[in-house]
């Protein structure tokens, strides 16, 4: 474990996002445990803010490899994963680091179940809607066209849709595209 947070705090990014990738590995293995995983190394948190960006999207794609472990589940999601990933809305300025929140809800929505995605991730996807950024703004777009299909009916209809409405009228082209092809995809999976 001492070897484990050594390497994952190494100053060279390329160790730290090798030790990384190893956790879906060591979440295999006897010696690890449903909670051994989350706290290797010492601060589980620690890839999910690395300055690094391919560590932080692929902290994501780690957790999700490990939710579908089967000794694993999205109970560890909700505890472990979850309220990092909450942490992202407003703990930084950095915009980098607050879409880990964007990512996490995109990519884990599968394995979440809606409570959590409706509660508590949405709200805070929703809100980054108007963020200053508009990368970020883009960003929640793809984020709510992929999350749809793990949302209920009438969330879809009464929450996302008028955000990405209001987002298809946002001063920045970019995001007025990826909000109109967020639309056409919810609006299909609401006629279904």
Request: aromatic share 4%.
């Amino acid at each position: 474990m001492a070897m484990l947070s050594s390497l994952a705090t190494d100053g060279n990014w390329r160790v730290r996002h090798a030790t990384l990738l190893l956790l879906p590995t060591l979440a295999t293995s006897a010696a690890f445990s449903a909670v051994s995983i989350s706290r290797a190394p010492a601060d589980f948190e620690m890839w999910a803010t690395d300055k690094c960006a391919l560590i932080r999207s692929d902290w994501v794609r780690m957790c999700a490899e490990i939710a579908e472990i089967p000794s694993y589940s999205s109970a560890w999601l909700v505890q472990h994963v979850l309220p990092v990933l909450l942490r992202r809305h407003a703990d930084t300025p950095s915009y980098e680091k607050r879409a880990v929140l964007l990512h996490g809800m995109a990519r884990l929505a599968p394995h979440l179940g809606s409570k959590s995605l409706e509660e508590e991730l949405l709200p805070l996807a929703l809100s980054m809607a108007t963020d200053k950024v508009p990368n970020l703004r883009m960003l929640v777009a793809d984020t709510l066209q992929k999350a749809s299909h793990y949302l209920s009916h009438g969330v879809v209809i009464g929450r996302v849709m008028p955000a990405l409405r209001d987002l298809e009228t946002d001063e920045d082209i970019d995001v007025v595209e990826a909000a109109r092809d967020a639309t056409e995809a919810c609006v299909a999976l609401t006629t279904r």
